[in-house]
Nanobody, 116 residues
Framework: EVQLVESGGGLVQPGGSLRLSCAASGFTFSTYDMNWVRQAPGKGLEWVST????????GYADSVKGRFTISRDNAKKTVYLDMNRLKPEDTGVYYC?????????WGQGTQVTVAS
């Protein structure tokens, strides 16, 4: 069974930083692309970033490009999202997800709140 457990969220002031982690189990992590998505209060899901299985290709939404960095440690079966220069509009629940053969697996999410 695929399990994804996010951690690292919290309350941070504008301009601050956070590191999110997503620990994976139940599947061959090193062969799966991994993604971060987020959902702001009252809004739909927004794709944030993707990293390929080998960790050498990444992609970012324009809204976070240059501020967020995705990475992974296949030995630890963990994907990370380093978030810098945070803005109030980055507030939301962040989820790590992975998909294969039409099946998408989600973690429970971690809340990020950017406020002064």
């Amino acid at each position: 069974e695929v399990q994804l457990v996010e951690s690292g969220g919290g309350l941070v002031q504008p301009g601050g930083s956070l590191r999110l982690s997503c620990a994976a189990s139940g599947f061959t992590f090193s062969t799966y692309d991994m993604n971060w998505v987020r959902q702001a209060p009252g809004k739909g899901l927004e794709w944030v970033s993707t990293i390929n299985s080998g960790g050498d290709t990444t992609g970012y939404a324009d809204s976070v490009k240059g501020r967020f960095t995705i990475s992974r440690d296949n030995a630890k079966k963990t994907v990370y999202l380093d978030m810098n220069r945070l803005k109030p509009e980055d507030t939301g629940v962040y989820y790590c997800i992975t998909s294969r053969l039409g099946v998408t697996s989600w973690g429970q999410g971690t809340q990020v709140t950017v406020a002064s």
